[in-house]
Nanobody
Framework: QVQLVESGGGLVQAGGSLRLSCAASGRIFSINAMGWYRQAPGKQRELVTTITRDGNTNYADSVKGRFAISRDNAKNTVYLQMNSLRTEDTAVYYC?????????????????????WGQGTLVTVSS
């Protein structure tokens, strides 16, 4: 019903920058919070940053001052600008969204809360 597609990952040298994008599509009524998580090799998935529909943000201490999250509600898209990248930022980055989806294929429109994840995009920071 609802999909998230990330883009923008790749290989970058330490100190460099990358910008990730995540676009939501499908039967979307509204999107509440959106965010980015990451999972490094051999580690658990961790929160990087979140943003509410109104633009309130939250960052992990490890990325404060280096990463910036933003969103375009008209495009159902969230972005992650990553600056001053470090080797320890190497991970698969996942987009997440709290979505109110809808369905009207079986009669009156109905709504459903969905927690949606993207497929992940690899960010590799070399020394």
């Amino acid at each position: 019903q609802v999909q998230l597609v990330e883009s923008g990952g790749g290989l970058v040298q330490a100190g460099g920058s990358l910008r990730l994008s995540c676009a939501a599509s499908g039967r979307i009524f509204s999107i509440n919070a959106m965010g980015w998580y990451r999972q490094a090799p051999g580690k658990q998935r961790e929160l990087v940053t979140t943003i509410t529909r109104d633009g309130n943000t939250n960052y992990a201490d490890s990325v404060k001052g280096r990463f910036a999250i933003s969103r375009d509600n008209a495009k159902n898209t969230v972005y992650l600008q990553m600056n001053s990248l470090r080797t320890e930022d190497t991970a698969v980055y996942y987009c997440n969204a709290s979505v109110i989806g809808y369905s009207d294929s079986d009669g009156p429109r109905s709504y459903k809360y969905l927690e949606v994840w993207g497929q992940g995009t690899l960010v590799t920071v070399s020394s």
